[in-house]
């Protein structure tokens, strides 16, 4: 079975401040990693992900995460955090078939 | 393409009473999938649906509920005698494909409560 652990329930960055998000997954086979975001009362949008290829992946609004097979760790950063980046982010495993496992979620806060 | 829609956005109702959401994905996408999100954590996978083919049920999913894909457009998640333990956001998402590669694309959610 797959399974993602966001071990961080709450991130706090000053703005133009880096930020990460962490995440480690457990997968038997290659992993297929994924970053949603979710605003208050908005569904959950797609940020990046990793198939295969370069370990640093770069998606929407400035994100890039980084894989890392040895560590089982593809963690979501930003150089510098807007406080607009403010809300909720939950990586995601997919398996073979498209079921997608998410994990508990992380809430980042960026004050101005 | 207005992106996945999903009614109602909030329903309130009495234990007991039985619910229907309706989710409306991306027109070409042939893969459709239900979550549940509960406060504080992740969705959890309900069902999916291959077109109309529906092609796996969580165990979280209990015989009081009941999803449909009947022409392989909408879909609808019926909740038989609701408990107060359905209290959660349910989330339908659509993918173009049924492989690992692609993101899935989510409604904003119908919320239930449970009184």
């Known amino acids: 079975a797959q399974s993602v652990a966001q071990p961080e329930d709450q991130v706090n960055v000053a703005e133009g401040n880096p930020l990460t998000v962490k995440c480690t997954y457990s997968?038997?086979?290659?992993?297929?990693l994924f970053w949603y975001v979710q605003y208050p009362n908005r569904g959950l949008q797609f940020l990046l992900k990793?198939?295969?290829?370069?370990?640093l992946v770069k998606g929407s609004y400035g994100f890039e995460a980084e894989f890392n097979k040895s560590q089982t760790s593809f963690h979501l950063k930003k150089p510098s955090a807007l406080v607009s980046d403010s809300a909720l982010y939950f990586c995601?495993?997919?398996?073979?078939?498209?079921?997608?496992?998410f994990g508990d979620g992380t809430t980042l806060t960026v004050k101005p | 393409d207005t992106g996945v829609s999903q009614n109602p956005r909030h329903k309130i109702t009495k234990r007991g009473q039985n619910v229907t959401f309706r989710c409306d994905p991306i027109s070409e996408h042939n893969r459709l999938y239900w979550y549940r999100q509960t406060l504080g954590q992740g969705p959890e996978f309900l069902t999916y649906?291959?077109?109309?083919?529906?092609?796996?049920k969580s165990r979280l999913l209990s015989d009081r509920f009941s999803a449909e894909r009947p022409k392989g457009s909408f879909s609808t998640l019926e909740i038989q005698r609701t408990e107060q333990g359905d209290s959660a956001m349910y989330l339908c998402?659509?993918?173009?494909?049924?492989?690992?590669?692609?993101?899935?694309?989510f409604g904003e959610g119908s919320r239930l409560t449970v009184l």
């Open positions: 995601a495993v997919r398996d073979m078939v498209g079921k997608s496992t």
């Open positions: 990793y198939i295969t290829g370069d370990n």
């Open positions: 998402a659509s993918s173009p494909t049924g492989g690992p590669t692609g993101e899935l694309f």
């Open positions: 997968v038997s086979g290659n992993p297929y």
């Open positions: 649906f291959q077109n109309e083919a529906q092609l796996e």
